[in-house]
């Protein structure tokens, strides 16, 4: 099993650029959880899907859409990058809301 | 405002010694949970607990839901335990977890 994969793993773009990052797990988890991880910050909640089908705002939701594919796929877009978008971002799942969270490797992103 | 509350920011220790990370959080929860981010940057999950104390190895995690706190225990610390300690909360309102911004631990040989 792979657990929790995204891609790409390392992305420069320029102001008002867009993209997409994408997540897949394969432990048939329910919800799955965008963040974002700034230094000197705690991870935070971007976006989250609760279950197929569903998704919900989390604490910095502004900037971003996501797309709940199908039971494995989470994608985040970021429509018009911005340098306040610089970041490391992370994708987790988990098997119900509020369990064990399993965390994919992380894609740093910069903005210039 | 922060949810979650972690002490020390950073700490260092000789080989061998006895580790304590401290938690505080001010929200409702379902379930505290203790990860470990090593220097490469992947996260792995190390606990979660809603009651009394988990041991896993030379890890012990507790927490104490009157007081809204948990401590992470690291006994006979090695240099291989040098990574940064992130305490979470999964709230008990919402779908929403929240974050300490993490503990740096060195353990030097």
């Known amino acids: 099993n792979a657990g929790v994969t995204q891609t790409p793993k390392f992305q420069v773009l320029k102001t008002g650029q867009s993209m997409t990052l994408q997540c897949a797990q394969d432990?048939?988890?329910?919800?799955m959880y965008w963040y974002r991880q700034d230094p000197g910050m705690g991870l935070r909640l971007i976006y989250y899907?609760?279950?197929?089908?569903?998704?919900d705002k989390g604490e910095v939701p502004n900037g971003y859409n996501v797309s709940r594919l199908n039971k494995r796929e989470f994608s985040l877009r970021l429509e018009s990058a911005a340098p306040s978008q610089t970041s490391v971002y992370f994708c987790?799942?988990?098997?119900?809301?509020?369990?064990?969270?399993?965390f994919g490797p992380g894609t740093r992103l910069t903005v210039l | 405002k922060n949810e979650v509350e972690q002490s020390p920011q950073n700490l260092t220790a000789q080989e061998g010694e006895f580790i304590t990370i401290n938690c505080s959080y001010s929200?409702?929860?379902?379930?505290l949970h203790w990860l470990q981010q090593h220097p490469g940057g992947g996260i792995v999950s190390l606990f979660m607990?809603?009651?009394g104390k988990k041991k896993h190895g030379r890890l012990i995690a507790t927490i104490n839901i009157q007081e809204k706190h948990s401590s992470l225990h690291i006994t006979a610390s090695h240099p291989r335990d040098s990574a940064v300690y992130i305490c979470?909360?999964?709230?008990?309102?919402?779908?929403?977890?929240?974050f300490g911004t993490g503990t740096s631990l060195t353990v030097i040989p």
């Open positions: 987790a799942s988990t098997l119900t809301v509020g369990d064990e969270q399993f």
């Open positions: 432990m048939n988890h329910n919800s």
């Open positions: 899907s609760a279950s197929e089908g569903t998704t």
């Open positions: 929200v409702g929860i379902s379930a």
């Open positions: 607990l809603s009651s």
């Open positions: 979470a909360v999964s709230t008990n309102t919402g779908n929403q977890f929240y």
